[in-house]
Every structure is written in structure tokens, then in C-alpha cells.
């Protein structure tokens, strides 16, 4: 499998170099895009548990007659 490319762009040249990325950049690269991918994954399931909570907790409420919109629910 092939790397990765990279652009390295020279101002004072005006110059734009594209390569491979070596191994070891591609190695790092690889880290940042997985946890990346992994804090957004943990972001979702938050959400996704307070959403689930939120609405638990509005339907305890509505089973007890107390209006929910009460606790900005």
C-alpha cells in the first residue's frame, strides 16, 4: 500500500513540492486521523446518552403528572 501524499508549499520560491509521506509520517498520520475518529465517535455516544436521559427523565415526569416543560425538559 502506497503512503499518503504531501504538499509543502516554498513562498519565497513559489514553489509547490508534493511527495510521499515516509513511514513514519504516514505512522503519525494514521494516529491523529484514528483518534480523531475515536473523539468524535465519543462525542456522538454522549450525545446520544444525554438525548436517551433527557427523555427518560420526561417521561418519569409525565408518568408522575408533572409537566416537564416545568424543567426545561
Do not use: C
Amino acid at each position: 500500500m502506497t503512503n499518503e501524499t504531501i504538499g509543502i508549499y516554498d513562498h519565497a520560491t513559489g514553489e509547490t513540492i508534493v511527495r510521499e509521506m515516509t513511514d513514519s509520517e504516514q505512522a503519525i498520520r494514521n494516529a491523529e486521523v484514528a483518534e480523531s475518529v475515536a473523539a468524535k465517535a465519543a462525542k456522538a455516544a454522549e450525545a446520544e446518552a444525554k438525548a436517551i436521559a433527557k427523555a427518560d427523565a420526561a417521561e418519569k415526569l409525565t408518568a408522575l403528572g408533572i409537566d416537564p416543560k416545568a424543567f426545561g425538559l
